[in-house]
């Protein structure tokens, strides 16, 4: 049973473009977390989806952020007109169940570099 | 809103020493899961705890869970360099978890 795939695993963009994260839940997980790490920080949480839904984007800037969990593919998180405070992590999560009382599991992450 | 703050930030030891890191929520939880991320890797579940001050084990690895459902430990017995990584708790806010700011554990050897 293949675990949360992320990919790029890395991704480098010049100010200004757009970055594309792509999250493939575990087999029979149909929530989706978006999870955001600076270096040497914390895990901030962006946004939670079901498949075709946005279930709490509390968590997303208001501008340039997108996401989405179509009903067919993977996740993706979008994110127009990079800055360099962009540079991250962003971890994606998956969970079998609503809510925040199970496990979650996560993928490797994309590190992405703006430059 | 809803915060998890975790003391110390960084803890540096000797291999063989013990280790604690301490969990504190702004609000009760309904329960309280440990996670370990190694260096460069991703965050990956250590455990889950609910009840009112529950204790659980693994090998060297002791996780607490407070009275008040507000508090938490995890306690490592005789550390390893394998040991080496930032520990997060995170409980529940909401429909999604809030992770705690970490502690950064280095061991030496």
């Known amino acids: 049973n293949a675990g949360v795939m992320q990919n790029p695993r890395h991704l480098v963009r010049r100010r200004g473009q757009e970055a594309r994260l792509r999250c493939s839940p575990m087999?029979?997980?149909?929530?989706v977390y978006w999870y955001r790490q600076l270096p040497e920080e914390g895990l901030k949480f962006m946004v939670y989806l079901q498949k075709e839904n946005i279930i709490d984007e509390s968590g997303m800037p208001k501008e340039r952020f997108s996401a989405e969990f179509p009903k067919e593919g993977p996740s993706i998180l979008r994110i127009q007109q990079v800055v360099r405070g962009d540079s991250a992590a962003y971890f994606c999560?998956?969970?079998?169940?609503?809510?925040?009382?199970?496990?979650?599991?996560f993928g490797q992450g994309t590190r992405l570099t703006v430059v | 809103g809803q915060q998890v703050m975790q003391i110390p930030q960084y803890q540096h030891v000797q291999e063989g020493e013990d280790f604690t890191t301490y969990c504190n929520s702004s609000t009760t939880l309904s329960n309280i899961q440990w996670y370990k991320q190694r260096p460069g890797g991703h965050p990956v579940f250590l455990i889950q705890?609910?009840?009112?001050?529950e204790v659980k084990k693994q090998k060297r690895l002791t996780f607490q869970f407070g009275e008040a459902k507000k508090n938490s430990s995890l306690h490592i017995t005789a550390t390893q360099t394998t040991d080496v990584g930032t520990y997060f708790c995170a409980g529940p806010g909401g429909d999604k978890l809030i992770f705690g700011t970490g502690t950064r554990l280095q061991v030496f050897p």
């Open positions: 999560a998956s969970s079998p169940n609503f809510g925040a009382n199970t496990e979650a599991f």
């Open positions: 087999k029979g997980h149909s929530h």
């Open positions: 705890l609910v009840k009112s001050g």
